[in-house]
């Protein structure tokens, strides 16, 4: 019996052992899996935080070509009769829409809503039943009349310009004031916010703190809704001016498209009525005298007094700003706008206006919001799913009397649910890595450059961390690109990093002339910025500029920022993008010519 006992005891033991040691590899299998993972999601976020920010870069370089070209036109264009560049005199020539002219009166230019008309139809003034008329029909994907529509904006913009530049709330008169950040037309993060917390109405008051439009692919639908819920409780909904409520922004990032798709024929006339309303949406919302909401930020000479006398149809400042944890108030390298401000300058403003909180928003959050300098900035972000399904959470904020925080985060989508989590890092870091082979691409000559520097054998192989230095001397966008390497370029060998591997799984769909390779280049670069150059030259919005007006607006472009090019290989570049020979320059053609895809390499 004692022996039995004894070897029962021992394989108790060894199965324990075994156990044991099972349990600890799991352990160690699950620790790094989520290390893994983690690391994923953060060079993820980095290079789609990174990419994002370079853009806005490129914005504020695009207004920097819009100051070269009124220096060029005063003193080199004076009489446009007689120069080589007319074309700039339309372009230079103030919008039509800065005046309050009766261009947004409906009738008799647009035609009255037509029998056959299956969308949702509304009386004014707007009453409640003709809100959730709107939102029962948006739900359906259903479109609303531009007949209704413009008398939508202009009731909008009637009701804007009423309002001070600073609206002053009180929880006294609301058991709750709930605040949203960016939307960028995201329809179902807005349902579903008035799903989990109620429509505005009296006793749940809301402000939605900028960057309504741009980006989604329901942009005029989430705008809509919040002009409606506006004009029925203008008490109980305010909303604040972002820095995407703004006619370039809205060129480049998707809202004019929308808005021309949608409305076809009224386009025009609907697409300036928004930009009308855009000019007059208050700057910002201070609650119980103590929480200033704002979209970007403020910086070391905000002056709420002064902000509250701007007129602010002429301008769109304080709307870029971003916090950081370094003291002062230093220029925002990242996104080359606005400015980076520290907790000493929060203290500051908090001192002295006597303010508890700063609430803004103007930068997604992986949880949809995020706090800092100590608790006192609140970041927060309501478009979940921004970059990619499955990228972040959105998040609303709610206040009452005691003026504390309580956050409300959630992530829409029914595909981005079933994911795992696996599955949704996975989707968003080959999103982000697309992007990131597309930036490597356009700067490959420079690239190529840089590798070589390290490379006097011209061996085509260099170091990893050769390489990390290489591209980041070029594209600085401050990533980790040792991590990075392995995903973007190949190993030879002999262990060195095949630089030019970096560039070879993506061409243009198109050929294009190699006259002069570099120009090519140069172009893709900056095609975002020269569509939004011709999206103002065709102020017909025919999608179509002529071949002189592209050559014209090319070379002026070349002249501010000192790309070298000879007129021919431009001429060449020009013919080789009219497809079709018509003498025309089609913004599609333009685009689906610089449009790159992948090399099948099996």
């Not at 008309?117 to 709107?134: E, M, N």
């Not at 409305?263 to 000019?279: E, H, I, N, P, T």
């Not at 909401?293 to 006398?309: E, K």
Request: glycine share 6%; aromatic share 10%.
């Amino acid at each position: 019996m004692g022996c039995s006992s004894s070897a029962a005891i021992e394989r108790q033991s060894q199965k324990l052992d075994e156990d044991i040691k099972a349990a600890t590899l799991i352990q160690q299998w699950y620790r790094g899996h989520s290390a893994r993972m983690e690391m994923k999601q953060r060079y993820t976020w980095s290079i789609f935080q990174s990419i994002e920010n370079a853009a806005d870069q490129d914005q504020l370089q695009l207004s920097q070509f819009f100051t070269f070209l009124m220096d060029y036109y005063i003193h080199h264009c004076a009489d446009m009769k007689t120069t080589k560049y007319s074309v700039f005199s339309q372009l230079l020539q103030p919008s039509q829409g800065s005046s309050d002219r009766k261009a947004l009166d409906p009738m008799p230019e647009v035609a009255k809503v037509p029998s056959s008309y299956t969308g949702p139809r509304i009386v004014f003034p707007l009453k409640a039943s003709d809100v959730s008329t709107l939102l029962k029909a948006f739900k359906q994907g259903k479109q609303l009349h531009s007949w209704y529509m413009l008398q939508l904006l202009q009731a909008t913009k009637n009701i804007l310009k009423t309002m001070p530049n600073i609206n002053q709330l009180s929880t006294h008169y609301s058991k709750d004031i709930t605040v949203c950040g960016d939307l960028h037309g995201h329809l179902d993060d807005l349902l579903l916010i008035f799903h989990k917390n109620g429509y505005p109405m009296p006793g749940n008051l809301y402000v939605f703190n900028g960057d309504f439009v741009d980006r989604g692919e329901s942009s005029v639908e989430v705008v809509v809704i919040l002009f409606a819920f506006l004009l029925v409780y203008p008490k109980d909904v305010h909303l604040n001016r972002g820095n995407h409520e703004d006619y370039v922004m809205n060129i480049r990032y998707g809202f004019k498209k929308e808005v021309l798709r949608k409305y076809r024929l009224q386009g025009q006339k609907v697409l300036q009525a928004f930009q009308d309303v855009f000019r007059w949406l208050p700057l910002a919302t201070i609650i119980d005298s103590r929480v200033l909401v704002v979209h970007g930020g403020i910086s070391d000479t905000t002056d709420l007094g002064f902000l509250a006398s701007l007129q602010r149809h002429r301008i769109a400042d304080i709307l870029w700003s971003d916090p950081r944890s370094k003291s002062g108030c230093f220029p925002n390298s990242s996104r080359g706008g606005g400015c980076y401000f520290g907790e000493d300058v929060t203290t500051k403003l908090f001192r002295k206006y006597k303010l508890k909180l700063l609430i803004r928003s103007h930068e997604c959050k992986q949880d949809g919001y995020e706090m800092c300098h100590h608790g006192k900035v609140i970041t927060i972000f309501s478009a979940s799913n921004y970059y990619e399904i499955g990228s972040n959470q959105g998040a609303y904020v709610k206040l009452g009397p005691d003026l504390v925080p309580r956050f409300v985060k959630y992530r829409v989508n029914k595909s981005a649910r079933k994911l795992t989590l696996k599955q949704r890092v996975s989707v968003a870091e080959e999103t982000a890595l697309k992007a990131l082979r597309e930036n490597l691409f356009i700067y490959q000559s420079e690239i190529i450059t840089a590798c070589r520097s390290f490379d006097p054998g011209n061996t085509g192989g260099i170091s990893s961390s050769e390489w990390a230095s290489a591209v980041e001397s070029v594209l600085h966008l401050n990533l980790p690109w040792r991590t990075l390497q392995p995903r973007l370029a190949k190993i030879k060998a002999n262990g060195s990093v095949d630089y030019l591997s970096t560039f070879r799984d993506l061409q243009f769909k198109q050929p294009l002339s190699e006259a002069q390779p570099g120009l090519i280049e140069a172009v893709y670069r900056h095609r975002a910025d020269l569509e939004i150059v011709f999206g103002m030259i065709d102020k017909d919005h025919t999608g179509l500029i002529t071949m002189e007006e592209f050559q014209q607006t090319w070379k002026l472009f070349c002249c501010h920022r000192n790309i070298r090019v000879d007129d021919k290989s431009m001429d060449d570049l020009a013919r080789s993008i009219d497809f079709n020979n018509d003498g025309f320059i089609d913004f599609n053609e333009f685009l689906e010519a610089f449009r790159l895809v992948q090399i099948d390499n099996e």
